[in-house]
């Protein structure tokens, strides 16, 4: 059965119409030494894709999916053929999943796991056949009711134990598909209220956890990045990993910084208080930018709206701490979006990838110039030039004291401070971007 009645996605360039085709992502076009393929590694995910129906907390589902009026299993097996031919007409190589997103939850655990191995069979065959590949892939510890206090901060020992099974398996599902990263994210990883919280008990018990999945992964030879991925809120009032600096302080503390990285979603920067940018520029600057989740939120609302990508200046910055980070493998691009509500119809999943892939590749070219001209870095230096030389740079080198600070300073009858100008900053930022869009 073919799901999606269109050839397959082809650059036209800027000035085309057609609006299942690419405008500024050409997958092998080179942007300095590789091409936009192997910059950019596109992922499809697999639940806001082919499991989400576009319910809100207000209104019922919208999507129109053929696989819908299918059950369980058959479903299951439906959407396995339908994200393959997907990615194979939008030019995209790799996808991301839950394990609840691609196979039905059983009534025990052990059905849970039979239904589980049927689809990865089926995926692997997939795999094999089309030589796509699986970025990463996660475990769902947060949908069921049992989790309802969380998974390896809940309160109860026997949730902690089912969680751990859930990774387990995971993990032997990220072997067996050859999973490039594994990745952890805390859904209901946090608290509600402190009046009735162990905080420091539940930290004890997620690290503990984290320990056990690295180990168990050795144990099988599983070698993949292992990843976490912050957020601050939503469901819980507080989440453990809030942000990436908040994280990284928990790896830190329980001697995990040399085992995880971070992957860093958009819409989680802005829910978090910051910007996308700070995110990644945290991350690598500490040697922990492992991949991104690529979505957007809505500056209005305040809750996870996971909207496709579609500012450039946003995806400029992304790309431009990517690029410096040396890219992202073995990391990725995974569209943790989704079509609005009123993008219902099945062709729809196709066009919002288009206008996420365009919007990247755009930045991507105008991040890659802007490094080519030292743009930010010769900035940068001027700004903090004070530092290269004299008492600056004896600041730097740790090389003084109070005292003498006192002595430098007794001297200084007039600061002159510069400005930054950043309004300048901006406008030249969007000169930049106009004219890559009109091919100079």
């Known amino acids: 059965m073919t799901y999606f ?7 036209e360039g800027p000035k085309s119409n057609n609006v299942f085709s690419f405008k500024y992502y050409n997958p092998e076009e080179k942007v300095g030494d590789k091409t936009m393929a192997e910059h950019l ?18 209104g019922v589902g919208t999507a129109e999916r053929d696989w819908d009026n299918l059950s369980d299993m058959d479903k299951a097996k439906a959407r396995v053929d339908a994200i393959f031919e997907f990615m194979e007409k939008t030019r995209i190589d790799y996808f991301c999943f839950h394990d609840i997103d691609i196979a039905p939850e059983g009534a025990t655990l052990k059905e849970s796991n039979e239904n589980l191995d049927i689809i990865v069979d089926l995926i692997k065959e997939k795999m094999d056949q089309t030589g796509k590949k699986l970025l990463w892939n996660t475990t769902n510890n947060f ?26 398996k995971s ?3 990220a072997k067996k598909l050859g999973a490039e990263n594994f990745v952890f994210w805390g859904g209901r990883e946090g608290y509600e209220s402190l009046l009735n919280t162990d905080m420091k008990l539940e930290l004890d018990n997620l690290a503990n956890f984290l320990k056990l999945a690295k180990s168990y992964a ?12 912050p957020k ?20 830190q503390k329980y001697d995990l910084d040399k085992t995880f990285k971070f992957n860093i979603e958009a819409n989680h920067a802005t829910l978090a208080g910051h910007t996308f940018q700070h995110e990644l520029r945290y991350a690598r600057d500490n040697d922990l930018l492992g991949s991104v989740d690529a979505n957007q939120g809505h500056p209005l609302l305040g809750w996870d709206t996971d909207e496709f990508p579609t500012d450039v200046y946003d995806t400029t910055l992304a790309m431009y701490e990517i690029l410096k980070n040396g890219g992202l493998n073995p990391g990725g691009l995974n569209f943790d979006a989704k079509p609005r509500r009123t993008s219902f119809k099945q062709e729809d999943l196709i066009l919002t990838h288009i206008a996420g892939m365009d919007t990247f590749a755009l930045g991507l070219k105008v991040a890659h110039k802007m490094i080519e001209d ?67």
């Open 171 to 173: 993990l032997e599902i």
């Open 41 to 58: 590694r596109f992922g499809v995910a697999y639940w806001h894709t082919f499991t989400a129906d576009l319910s809100d907390p207000f």
């Open 218 to 229: 050795e144990e099988i030879g599983y070698t993949g990045q292992f990843l976490i991925e």
């Open 374 to 440: 030292n743009f930010f870095e010769n900035i940068v230096d001027e700004k903090y030039k004070s530092f290269a030389e004299g008492i600056g740079k004896k600041i730097v080198e740790g090389n003084t004291s109070f005292k003498e600070l006192e002595e430098y300073a007794f001297n200084i009858n007039e600061i002159d401070n510069t400005s930054d100008r950043l309004e300048v900053i901006k406008a030249q930022m969007n000169q930049y971007i106009l004219n890559i869009n009109n091919g100079d």
């Open 232 to 251: 601050p809120k939503e469901p819980t009032t507080h989440q453990y990993d809030t942000d990436v600096a908040t994280s990284h302080a928990f790896l």
């Open 143 to 168: 949908t069921h009711e049992r989790f309802v206090h969380g998974a390896a901060t809940s309160s109860n020992a026997e949730v902690f134990a089912y969680a751990a099974a859930k990774v387990k």
């Open 5 to 11: 009645n269109i050839d397959k996605v082809n650059y």
